[in-house]
C-alpha cells in the first residue's frame, strides 16, 4: 500500500509508522480522542495524497491537472456534455472562482468552449469542445494505467466493501 508521508510516497505499512506514533501520542494526550478515526482521517488524506500525484504527474505532459481532468470528465459525463459553471463547480467540489479559473485555461487550449444558454440568455453554458472529448479518450487509459491500478491490491469483494463504507461515510458531509 502507498502512503504519502511528508510529501514523499512510500510503500510499506512500515513507513507511515512514525506518523501513526504521533496521533498515538496525541491521542494519549488529548481525553475522549477516537485514535481510530483519527488514524482513518490520515489514511485517507495519504491515500488522496498519492492518488493525486499519480494523477498530476500523468496529467502534466498534457498541460493539465486533476481538477482541470475532472472538469472535462464532468462534461464527459454529462449526456449533453454542457454544464453550467455553478452545475460544474458542484460536480467537481470547487469553488466557482475556482472553475472560473479553471474553464478560462480549458477555453484557450481549446478544450472547452462558453455557450449561450438557450433558456436564459444571461447565463452562459460550458460545453466539451471536440478537442476536450479527444483529449479524454485519450487520457483515460493512461489514468487507469497509471492511478486506478493502485486499486487491483484488492479483490472484487474488497472493492465493494470500500466503495459502500466510502460512500457511507461521505453521507455525513450532508
Known sequence: ???????????????????????????????????????????????????HSRMNEALREYELNSVSFQALMMLFGDPERSLNPSELAEATGESRANVTRICDELVAKGLLERTPNQDDRRRVDLRLAKAGEDEVYQLLPLLRQRCHVVFDVLDQDEKNVLESLLKRVLCEFD
Open 1 to 51: 500500500m502507498y502512503y504519502s508521508v511528508m510529501n514523499k510516497i512510500t510503500t510499506t505499512p512500515e513507513s507511515f509508522q512514525p506518523v501513526e506514533e504521533k496521533i498515538n501520542r496525541v491521542c494519549g494526550r488529548m481525553p475522549g480522542s477516537n485514535k481510530q478515526n483519527v488514524l482513518l482521517v490520515h489514511l485517507v488524506k495519504h491515500v488522496y495524497a498519492g492518488l
